[in-house]
T-cell receptor
């Protein structure tokens, strides 16, 4: 059963704590992405990675960190420096085929993070 | 700076009616425009997409209309059904890139 899994589905964090969200894919995709979704603001790109051991900041990277040690895994850490971390976090992946058109992004089911 | 503006924020349509969602973009380098559908508690899924070399693309009850000179595109859902109730996002990207810029989303409710 191919796809993208995110865990946990719901996560509660106390202020001042770091927390790590898991994202795993078995689609053999090279690229992976993290988005944050807030009501009325659409999806905003936090970080993305096109290859193992390399990643780039998106539009709202402050207060977040990522790693890409394996092709199938792209965990996101929400640090205590993120001022307003309560949101729905979505992970996505896509193929990377230079010069061959749009590479569809496939999304996981999301993790809802709430800071208490 | 929001590069893709989407309207309306929410929409209520009677079953069998036409749902219309509009988007406008600013960056003329964008050359691929996908629409995503998201059900509550789920991740978005690609619904339909268009390139600017055509003015319209139809897949079943879903049609994208594209106006390159006005930098606008819209999604039309014909014969809307309660199962179409979801949040719809327009997006834009450069076809040979992979960074999507999303609109703010439209919450569609189809009343039976």
């Amino acid at each position: 059963d191919g796809g993208i899994t995110q865990s946990p589905k719901y996560l509660f964090r106390k202020e001042g704590q770091n927390v790590t969200l898991s994202c795993e894919q078995n689609l053999n995709h090279d690229a992976m992405y993290w988005y944050r979704q807030d009501p009325g603001q659409g999806l905003r790109l936090i970080y993305y990675s096109q290859i193992v051991n390399d990643f780039q900041k998106g539009d709202i990277a402050e207060g977040y960190s990522v790693s890409r040690e394996k092709k199938e895994s792209f965990p996101l850490t929400v640090t205590s420096a993120q001022k307003n971390p309560t949101a729905f976090y979505l992970c996505a992946s896509s193929m990377v085929r230079p010069g061959r058109g749009y590479n569809e992004q496939f999304f996981g089911p999301g993790t809802r993070l709430t800071v208490l | 700076q929001q590069q893709v503006k989407q309207s309306p924020q929410s929409l209520i349509v009677q079953k069998g009616g036409i749902s219309i969602i509009n988007c406008a973009y600013e960056n003329t380098a964008f050359d691929y425009f996908p629409w995503y559908q998201q059900f509550p508690g789920k991740g978005p899924a690609l619904l339909i997409a268009i390139r600017p070399d055509v003015s319209e693309k139809k897949e079943g009850r879903f049609t994208i209309s594209f106006n390159k000179s006005a930098k606008q595109f819209s999604l039309h859902i014909m014969d809307s059904q309660p199962g179409d109730s979801a949040t719809y996002f327009c997006a834009a990207t450069m076809e040979y890139g992979n960074k999507l810029v999303f609109g703010a989303g439209t919450i569609l409710r189809v009343k039976s």
